[in-house]
């Protein structure tokens, strides 16, 4: 693994507080910055032992989360866990199929991904297109959360991503449960899909697990930031998505920029 200097230990400590901060303050979205931080702030080389290492911290953010929202009564425990095990077990199909791929295309793909992330954030109409199916029968429910959860599990693990965007509206697709009963419940999802890739890469060397500790660190301080700075300003939430999601594409047009001359050899 790469041997760090003070410096880059100190940023490395602020990036996992920015991810969590962000998760706290609007529910999701923190863990699509995670990959860039530690690539272009941070400073680390290789983008294959990034995506293991920020998937290990995201989950270890995510299932930290859950405590207060299950605490809450938040948490659907039933359709939680059967979203999440055919989920955790495509996860695992999609790093293998991550590893496979030439880390710089790689980042590429997930910076488009990114983009697509943005525009659900600043288009609400376009998460509306999905109507929850409140008054479907239970078979066809499970069947839903076992499909959805496949599909977002496949995606969270090739890109080495918690997937919480994808995961909450889900959720709300498959079963027509309220959004805040949807962020609780997904916690579970992303801790689950991230511990998936993170075990795959390090079973592959591809994860330093002291970067991910100091990431961890940060995550902490940030989420709890994050969760008080919610609580007081709930009511500026569209305007923190609209922030968010512009911090986002810039990072992605970065991205794009910096890895598309994976696509010219």
């Not at 995670?34 to 680390?44: F, I, R, S, T």
């Not at 996860?91 to 992330?117: D, E, P, R, S, T």
């Not at 429910?141 to 965007?165: C, E, N, Q, S």
Request: hydrophobic fraction near 55%.
């Amino acid at each position: 693994m790469v041997e760090l200097s003070l410096l880059q230990h100190i940023l490395a400590i602020l990036s996992g507080a920015i991810i969590g901060f962000a998760l706290g303050l609007i529910g999701g979205g923190g863990s699509i910055l995670a990959v860039p931080l530690l690539l272009y702030v941070v400073g680390y080389p290789n983008p294959h032992v990034v995506i293991g290492t920020t998937a290990l911290a995201v989950s270890a953010n995510a299932y930290l989360a859950m405590i207060p929202h299950a605490r809450a009564g938040n948490v659907r425990w039933r359709a939680a866990i059967t979203f999440a095990i055919p989920g955790a077990l495509a996860a695992l199909c999609g790093a293998l199929l991550g590893k496979l791929v030439n880390g710089h295309k790689l980042l590429f793909l997930f910076a488009l991904l990114m983009l697509a992330v943005a525009y659900f954030m600043v288009h609400p109409s376009a998460q509306r297109l999905m109507k929850p199916s409140q008054h479907a029968p239970a078979l066809e429910k499970t069947a839903l959360l076992i499909g959805v959860g496949t599909a977002t599990g496949m995606l969270a693990g090739f890109f080495g991503i918690g997937g919480g965007f994808l995961i909450v509206p889900g959720l709300m697709l498959a079963t027509g449960m309220p959004i805040l009963n949807a962020i609780g419940s997904s916690l579970f999802s992303v801790g689950t899909f991230g511990l998936t890739t993170a075990l795959s890469y390090a079973w592959s060397g591809l994860l330093d697990w002291g970067v991910a500790a100091l990431f961890i660190i940060g995550g902490v301080l940030g989420g709890w930031l994050g969760v008080n700075l919610a609580t007081r300003f709930g009511h500026h939430k569209n305007r923190l998505n609209r922030i968010f999601a512009f911090i986002v594409i810039v990072t992605a047009v970065y991205m794009l920029y910096r890895n598309i001359q994976a696509f010219h050899h």
